[in-house]
């Protein structure tokens, strides 16, 4: 069995972070060993409190789990601030396995979760991953876009392969669009309406994740998480007073 490590934050209500990841992995048949960042009070309504944990705490989770575990891929998601993020670099730099970044900076609303310090440290991290995720307001802000148009994430220029999600929404589709340095590859599916969406960022990115480590290629990968998303959304169960999670049993 393949063995991921996800570092990421915890979600009380159950639907993103750290317990989204765990989710994400057993649909995948994939181990799932986690390095928590922060712990949050929230729900399906929003977030009311966050602890953030230090580095020393950090580095010793880490340790643990890697001097104990082979690990196959790494997903990396909530790192809260400057210290967590330069933690997590001391960390990933060395690592020689797929790592997926889901740059969580913006809300899927457009509010900003980090700080501009905190935006800019997280930049560092792009060098030592494989593929980083944003969202289209995520990647206007840390690639100064000016629209998420294809002409305009076409030009990105970066040090790591990227996938834009959902670059222009529309009734009708959902596009995601990846820059590897050599080709640019559009993935369309048709847009799942519906209000229970938390948790997919982080969900997806864990998706690739699990499909790296079974050493699927990259594109292939998209395909396989994008379509995993789109059906766990549809089959959520439409619980809790907002924006409800998905059922990631029934994403394949």
Same mark, same amino acid.
């Given at each position: 069995?393949?063995?991921?490590?996800?570092?990421?934050?915890?979600?009380? @209500?159950?639907? /993103?972070?750290?317990?989204?990841?765990?989710?994400? /992995?057993?649909? &995948?048949?994939?181990?799932?060993?986690? +390095?928590?960042?922060?712990?949050?009070?929230?729900?399906?309504?929003?977030?009311?409190?966050?602890?953030?944990?230090?580095?020393?705490?950090?580095? *010793?989770?880490?340790?643990?789990?890697?001097?104990?575990?082979?690990?196959?891929?790494?997903?990396?998601?909530?790192?809260?601030?400057?210290?967590?993020?330069?933690? +997590?670099?001391?960390?990933?730099?060395?690592?020689?396995?797929?790592?997926?970044?889901?740059? +969580?900076?913006?809300?899927?609303?457009? @509010?900003?979760?980090?700080?501009?310090?905190?935006?800019?440290?997280?930049?560092?991290?792009?060098?030592?991953?494989?593929? !980083?995720?944003?969202?289209?307001?995520?990647?206007?802000?840390?690639?100064?876009?000016?629209?998420?148009?294809?002409?305009?994430? @076409?030009? !990105?220029?970066?040090?790591?392969?990227?996938?834009?999600?959902?670059?222009?929404?529309?009734?009708?589709?959902?596009?995601?669009?990846? !820059?590897?340095?050599?080709?640019?590859?559009? &993935? *369309?599916?048709?847009? +799942?309406?519906?209000?229970?969406?938390?948790?997919?960022?982080?969900?997806?990115?864990?998706?690739?994740?699990?499909?790296?480590?079974?050493?699927?290629?990259?594109?292939?990968?998209?395909?396989?998480?994008?379509?995993?998303?789109?059906?766990?959304?549809?089959? /959520?169960?439409?619980?809790?007073?907002?924006?409800?999670? !998905?059922?990631?049993?029934?994403?394949?």
């Amino acid at each position: 069995m393949k063995k991921i490590l996800t570092i990421a934050g915890s979600d009380s @209500s159950g639907g /993103a972070g750290i317990q989204a990841d765990i989710k994400t /992995a057993e649909a &995948f048949g994939v181990y799932s060993a986690s +390095v928590l960042t922060a712990v949050t009070a929230q729900n399906t309504l929003g977030v009311s409190m966050v602890k953030v944990f230090d580095g020393e705490f950090i580095k *010793e989770q880490f340790y643990k789990v890697t001097t104990d575990f082979q690990i196959d891929a790494i997903k990396i998601g909530m790192l809260a601030n400057c210290e967590v993020i330069e933690t +997590v670099k001391e960390f990933i730099k060395y690592q020689k396995i797929p790592i997926v970044l889901d740059p +969580v900076s913006i809300s899927r609303a457009g @509010s900003k979760l980090l700080e501009d310090d905190a935006i800019e440290s997280l930049k560092g991290l792009f060098p030592y991953v494989s593929l !980083i995720t944003p969202n289209r307001y995520e990647a206007k802000l840390l690639f100064d876009l000016k629209d998420t148009s294809l002409e305009s994430i @076409s030009k !990105i220029n970066a040090p790591c392969k990227v996938l834009v999600k959902n670059i222009e929404p529309s009734s009708n589709f959902s596009k995601d669009v990846l !820059i590897t340095g050599e080709k640019i590859e559009s &993935f *369309e599916d048709v847009m +799942v309406i519906g209000s229970n969406t938390h948790g997919t960022g982080c969900s997806y990115s864990t998706a690739l994740a699990c499909s790296l480590a079974e050493n699927i290629s990259l594109s292939q990968a998209v395909k396989k998480s994008k379509k995993f998303i789109g059906k766990a959304i549809s089959n /959520a169960p439409d619980f809790g007073k907002g924006n409800g999670p !998905i059922n990631h049993k029934k994403g394949f």
